[in-house]
């Protein structure tokens, strides 16, 4: 046990430890912070803290609210957290069955997962028609006010909630996630979203989510369902039933 110890003390890293101490608290806070508030929880000096939060700060691993007193963790650790070799297996075993879905409905999907306060489209399969309609990877989009974004906030467990509204900031933000609490209850209820797009009109958006092993939303997907004038389309039901097929597949349990 003596040695153990020893070797701890001998591989100390200062600098390092005080950034872990910072991380590490803010990870458990629902709010941003004041410089002063984490110095008295971590027990280290303003100067100590000074340095290592503009450093955070500066690599984005910390935000700082648009006053400048208060401080927040972002979401770069999550996405570090995607790049892991894993998540890219998402991807991987998400888009053939993308594929085999466009295939079988003739409707467009993309997948979407959680990035920094917003949902990120990393994925996304058009169907062999002459027509197509489809968001580009890359594209963010907004949590409360997309199909995407709602399905992904709803399957949430408070505790990655709150987290998301230190990230936004700002009591405005708090309000918008209460006044559409009924909304998520409902996607919560139905076990997906399914009804007009958020964005445009006569679309309408059909968005499951992707579960990881604690049970929270780590992905969604998303078919902008369009109804043609021919008798070619598959009918919505059926449509709504692959997704779910193809998010159950996907998902990680």
Not at 159 to 187: C, P, S, Y
Not at 217 to 222: D, M
Not at 227 to 252: G, N, P
Request: net charge neutral; aromatic share 6%.
């Amino acid at each position: 046990m003596t040695a153990r110890r020893d070797d701890v003390d001998r591989y100390r890293a200062p600098a390092l430890d005080k950034g872990l101490d910072i991380l590490e608290f803010l990870s458990g806070q629902p709010g941003a912070l004041t410089r002063a508030e984490i110095v008295k929880a971590i027990g280290r000096s303003q100067s100590e803290i000074y340095r290592m939060l503009e450093r955070l700060v500066a690599r984005d691993y910390v935000s700082r609210s648009a006053e400048g007193d208060r401080y927040a963790l972002t979401m770069k650790l999550f996405v570090l957290g995607s790049q892991h070799p894993p998540v890219r297996r998402l991807v991987a075993r998400a888009q053939p069955l993308m594929d085999a879905f466009t295939e079988r409905t003739q409707q467009s999907v993309h997948l979407v997962m959680p990035d920094r306060g917003a949902a990120v489209v990393v994925a996304q399969a058009s169907g062999p028609a002459n027509w197509e309609f489809r968001l580009r990877v890359g594209a963010r989009l907004d949590l409360a006010t997309t199909s995407s974004g709602q399905t992904l906030l709803a399957f949430q467990s408070p505790e990655r909630i709150r987290e998301t509204l230190a990230i936004w900031g700002g009591k405005e933000n708090e309000e918008r996630v209460a006044a559409i609490e009924r909304t998520l209850e409902l996607i919560r209820a139905q076990g997906h979203r399914t009804g007009a797009s958020l964005q445009l009109v006569g679309v309408r958006d059909l968005s499951v989510p992707i579960f990881g092993p604690s049970g929270d939303a780590i992905a969604v997907v998303t078919c902008p369902y369009l109804q043609r004038v021919d008798a070619t389309t598959v009918d919505e039901e059926t449509t709504l039933a692959e997704l779910r097929r193809l998010a159950q597949s996907s998902s990680i349990g």
